[in-house]
C-alpha cells in the first residue's frame, strides 16, 4: 500500500496541523481510497522560547505591512483581512446626506435591512461549510456596532444604497474570519477564495433580495482609493506581536542551524511507513524533505512533492544545508514534483535551478500573500497535479 506522509512547514499550530491534515486526506481518499495518509507533525522540535521570552523588550512595536499591486477582488481582500472593517471607513468618508425629510431616509432602510437579515437554509448550510457559522451573529454584531458603520450610514445616498450592501456584507464575512482567527480554528474559508466569494454573493443577494449590490465601477473605485493608503499598520503589545510572528522565522532559523533533529524525525516516520511511499511536503518541510533525500538514500522514497517550498532559492543563494551551489542532486534522489504559485511570494520554482530532474506545476489561489503561502490544499489544481502522479 502507498503511503503519502505529510511534512508540515513553519510555525504551525497543532490543531491547525490536524485540519490541514484532514483535508488532505479527504482529497487524496476521494480519488485513491487505496492510498494510506500519514502524519509527521515535527513542530514540537521546532523554535520555542526558553527562558519566557525575556529576549523581547517591552516597549510599543510597529510593524508595517505593505500591500503589492494586484487586481482589484485580491487588493480588496487584502484590506479586509488586516482590517474587516476597512470598506466601510472608505464609505464613511463621502459627504453626509441629509435624506428625504418626508419619507424614510435611505439610511433608515439600509439599517433595516441588515437588523433583519436572516439566513436562508441554502445560506446556513454554505455557512457551516465554510466554518463561520458559529461566529457570524458574533461577527455581524461587531460591525454594525462599529463607528466606521455608524458613520457610513450617514453617508447613504437613495441613488447609491444598493452600493453599500456588499461592502457591509464582507465586512460580516471579513469579521468572522478574524474571530475565528482569534480562537485559533482555521475553518476553510480563510483559504478558499472560491468558498468565500459564494457566502459574500449568496449574503448580498438575502439582503437585498436581489443582484449584487456592488458595481464593477465602484469596486475600481475603492481599489483606487486602496492602493494610496496600502500600508497597514499594526500597533500592540511587544510580546504579543513577537508571539504571532516569531513562529515562522524561529523554525526557519532553528533548522538552518540545528536541522538534524528534524530530518531524524522524518525519516523515522519514512522507515515506520508502508512502502511505496511520497513525501507531501509544505514549505520549510519541503526545504527539509529535500535535505534529507539528498544526505540518506530512501529507495522506499518513490516521490517527492514540495508545496509553496524555498528550496530551490536556498539552492540558488548557496544556503541549502546538504548541497552546495553547483553540485548535481544525487542519482538515489527521487522524482520531484514542485508546486508554485505567483502570488505567493514564499513559493519557487526548481526546474531551471535543477534541470530535468524537477517538475513545477504552478497553481492560483486568487488570494493574497500571506494567505496564499496556506491555500494550496483547498485549490483543486493543486490535486490535479498531484493524484495522477501518485504510484
Not at 485513491?32 to 512595536?61: M, Q
Not at 534529507?292 to 509553496?308: C, D, I, K, R
Amino acid at each position: 500500500m502507498t503511503t503519502v506522509i505529510f511534512v508540515h512547514g513553519t510555525g504551525i499550530r497543532e490543531r491547525e496541523y490536524n485540519d490541514t491534515f484532514k483535508i488532505i486526506e479527504q482529497k487524496i481518499h476521494a480519488q485513491r481510497p487505496d492510498i494510506k495518509v500519514a502524519p509527521c507533525l515535527w513542530g514540537a522540535l521546532g523554535a520555542k522560547f526558553n527562558d519566557n521570552r525575556a529576549s523581547v523588550p517591552l516597549e510599543d512595536a510597529t510593524l508595517a505591512l505593505s500591500q503589492p499591486e494586484e487586481d482589484a477582488d485580491i487588493v480588496l481582500w487584502g484590506q479586509l483581512y488586516r482590517d474587516p472593517l476597512y470598506e466601510l471607513w472608505l464609505l464613511s468618508l463621502k459627504p453626509i446626506k441629509s435624506g428625504n425629510a418626508f419619507g424614510k431616509k435611505p439610511r433608515d432602510i439600509l439599517q433595516s435591512r441588515v437588523a433583519s437579515l436572516t439566513p436562508t437554509s441554502q445560506l446556513e448550510a454554505k455557512l457551516q461549510e465554510a466554518g463561520i457559522a458559529e461566529v457570524f451573529e458574533q461577527a455581524r454584531e461587531a460591525v454594525i456596532h462599529s463607528e466606521p458603520y455608524k458613520r457610513a450610514l450617514l453617508t447613504v445616498s437613495e441613488s447609491d444604497l444598493s452600493e453599500y450592501y456588499a461592502p457591509i456584507v464582507r465586512a460580516f464575512v471579513a469579521q468572522a474570519m478574524f474571530i475565528s482567527e482569534q480562537q485559533e480554528k482555521f475553518p476553510p474559508i480563510l483559504t478558499d477564495a472560491q468558498l468565500r466569494d459564494k457566502v459574500v454573493e449568496l449574503l448580498t443577494l438575502a439582503l437585498t433580495e436581489a443582484e449584487l449590490g456592488l458595481r464593477d465601477s465602484v469596486i475600481k473605485a475603492i481599489v483606487g482609493l486602496a492602493l494610496p493608503i496600502g500600508t497597514n499598520y499594526v500597533r500592540g503589545n511587544r510580546l504579543e506581536l513577537t508571539d504571532k510572528i516569531s513562529p515562522m522565522p524561529g523554525d526557519i532559523l532553528l533548522y538552518q542551524t540545528r536541522g538534524e533533529k528534524i530530518r531524524t524525525f522524518i525519516q523515522e516516520q519514512i522507515e515506520q511507513a508502508e512502502q511505496p511511499v511520497v513525501l507531501l511536503a509544505h514549505s520549510l518541510g519541503g526545504i527539509a524533505c529535500v535535505d534529507l533525500l539528498v544526505q540518506q538514500q530512501l529507495s522506499q522514497v518513490e516521490l517527492l512533492v514540495t508545496v509553496g517550498s524555498q528550496a530551490p532559492f536556498l539552492y540558488e543563494i548557496n544556503a541549502l544545508y546538504s548541497l552546495e551551489y553547483g553540485q548535481l542532486l544525487p542519482e538515489h534522489f527521487p522524482q520531484w514534483l514542485n508546486i508554485y504559485d505567483l502570488r505567493d511570494f514564499l513559493s519557487y520554482v526548481g526546474n531551471r535551478i535543477f534541470p530535468d530532474r524537477v517538475q513545477d506545476v504552478r497553481v492560483d489561489s486568487r488570494q493574497p500573500f500571506s494567505r496564499s503561502h496556506g491555500a494550496y490544499w483547498r485549490n483543486p489544481e493543486t490535486w490535479e497535479a498531484i493524484i495522477s502522479r501518485l504510484p
